[in-house]
């Protein structure tokens, strides 16, 4: 059972439309990433963050997605203005500290924009 | 370009044989490899990883191979039982703890009894 939370499970959401998706790490993990996993089971990076910082994140240049950690609430990923091609599963990952590189995976927040 | 590559892209085994999971990449700085399991309306679960140090992680019933001069690994999941049909991703990380992961497309097993 994954003890990374997201929330909403399913949003859906008209063209042009907001769409927020929260992601709660699993506690005593700081460093928190966000994919994005379409249909056809490719796998995009967006932004990662440790603790309230930003890693590295992918060239937002439509400046349509947001994100944040904020310090004593959930991680969010925000998509300003919905896009048919944006209908994908989201999906939150943590990983502890120090040296280990692995991984854990929420069960994702899947957006359909219509 | 895609770094990762899996294949086949879907195979079917019956139950109690070894399936056998391939993947290949491109990338040198490659270090670190994990392979996830999803199922249908659920996140991927980490199933096991191995450092580019090593050429053989086991457990259990899985087991990668890991060929670094050939840039290929496997998974090998050993008496295959029904409830291991799902989807499954291999994965690689360069540069660090905190580098991203790239994913391969998956290749989904099914188990037949």
């Known amino acids: 059972n994954s003890k990374v939370i997201q929330t909403p499970r399913y949003l859906v959401k008209g063209q042009g439309q907001k769409a927020k998706m929260r992601c709660i790490p699993e506690?005593?993990?700081?460093?928190v990433f966000w994919y994005q996993q379409n249909k056809n089971n490719e796998f995009k990076f967006l932004i990662n963050f440790q603790n309230q910082e930003v890693l590295q994140q992918i060239d937002m240049t439509e400046k349509r997605f947001s994100a944040e950690c904020p310090s004593n609430s959930p991680c969010s990923l925000e998509i300003q203005s919905s896009e048919a091609g944006d209908s994908a599963l989201y999906l939150c990952?943590?990983?502890?500290?120090?040296?280990?590189?692995?991984?854990?995976f929420g069960e994702g927040s899947k957006l359909t924009v219509l | 370009q895609q770094q990762v590559r899996q294949s086949p892209q879907s195979l079917t085994v019956w139950e109690g044989e070894t399936a056998i999971l391939n993947c290949s990449y491109e990338n040198s700085a490659f270090d670190y490899f994990p392979w996830y399991q999803q199922f249908p309306g659920e996140g991927p679960a980490l199933l096991i990883s191995i450092l580019s140090v090593s050429n053989k992680k086991e457990d259990g019933r899985f087991t990668i191979f890991f060929n670094k001069r050939e840039k290929k690994l496997s998974l090998h999941i050993a008496d295959s039982q029904p409830g291991d049909s799902a989807t499954y991703f291999c994965?690689?990380?360069?540069?660090?703890?905190?580098?991203?992961?790239?994913f391969g497309k998956g290749t989904k097993l099914s188990v037949k009894s």
């Open positions: 994965a690689a990380r360069a540069g660090g703890s905190n580098a991203k992961l790239t």
């Open positions: 506690k005593g993990h700081p460093v």
């Open positions: 990952a943590s990983r502890q500290g120090a040296n280990t590189g692995q991984l854990y």
